[in-house]
């Protein structure tokens, strides 16, 4: 089983910056891509970024420019660096792990964290 525990929420102004960290643990040969994704109250839950094993990143058109997405692949670890934070930018964020590979045989999984809470006040 892997676990994915994200920390670094909390409560910012809008203009102000916060970092998020995604922590993945347990047996895990190998992970595709981690994403960290965000759902607002109301709202469906929606793609923030995505970087690959390979370093390669995908940004959603709302933060491109704000947020870098990270990732420490000797720690199965992810970041995302937000800046600028707006307060449309309040959610959960949610991390995701991709085709996550327990042994190198092993069928490819997807994992999610728990959330952390983001809110940016105006």
């Known amino acids: 089983q892997v676990h994915l525990v994200e920390s670094g929420g909390g409560l910012v102004q809008a203009g102000g910056s916060l970092r998020l960290s995604c922590a993945a643990s347990?047996?895990?040969?190998?992970?595709?891509?981690m994403g960290w994704y965000r759902q607002a109250p109301g709202k469906q839950r929606e793609l923030v970024a995505t970087?690959?094993?390979?370093?390669?990143?995908n940004y959603a058109d709302s933060v491109r420019g704000r947020f870098t997405i990270s990732r420490d692949n000797a720690k199965n670890t992810a970041y995302v660096q937000m800046n600028s934070l707006k307060p449309e930018d309040t959610a959960v964020y949610y991390c995701?792990?991709?085709?996550?590979?327990?042994?190198?045989?092993?069928?490819?999984?997807?994992?999610w964290g728990q959330g952390t809470q983001v809110t940016v006040s105006s």
């Open positions: 995701k792990a991709e085709n996550v590979r327990e042994r190198s045989w092993s069928y490819p999984d997807d994992y």
């Open positions: 347990g047996r895990i040969f190998s992970i595709n891509a």
């Open positions: 970087i690959f094993k390979n370093g390669d990143t």
